[in-house]
């Protein structure tokens, strides 16, 4: 059994597999940058202002999140990948290594 997939035993439900999502940068770059591009329309229609804050949920390798501060945003980039995380931090970014289920953070106000 490969150490991405894993067994799930539940007395009510049977066996279940689950494969454990492994994420790297250079191949997200080389055979999926096209998720990110097709992303640039959502964050020209956020219309965001000049120091607003943003806070880019599943920021992947920090393309989205780098757009948005080129546009004058305090983008927050989140993702639970250590190497996307590290691959937006050498962009300079404030990437954070955190689990989108419990964000640390307070909604100020959500569109």
Request: charged fraction near 20%; include cysteine.
């Amino acid at each position: 059994m490969s150490k991405n997939v894993i067994l799930v035993e539940s007395s009510s439900f049977g066996r279940f597999f689950f494969i454990a999502q492994t994420w790297n940068s250079e191949t997200y770059a080389k055979n999926a940058r096209f998720v990110s591009d097709l992303g640039m329309p959502v964050v020209e229609l956020l219309n965001s202002k000049v120091g607003e804050r943003i806070l880019d949920l599943g920021c992947g390798d920090g393309a989205l999140t780098m757009k948005l501060q080129e546009f004058g945003c305090e983008a927050i980039g989140v993702d639970s990948s250590p190497n996307f995380i590290r691959s937006a931090q050498s962009l300079g970014l404030d990437a954070r290594l955190l689990d989108g289920h419990h964000l640390p953070f307070k909604v100020v106000r959500v569109n």
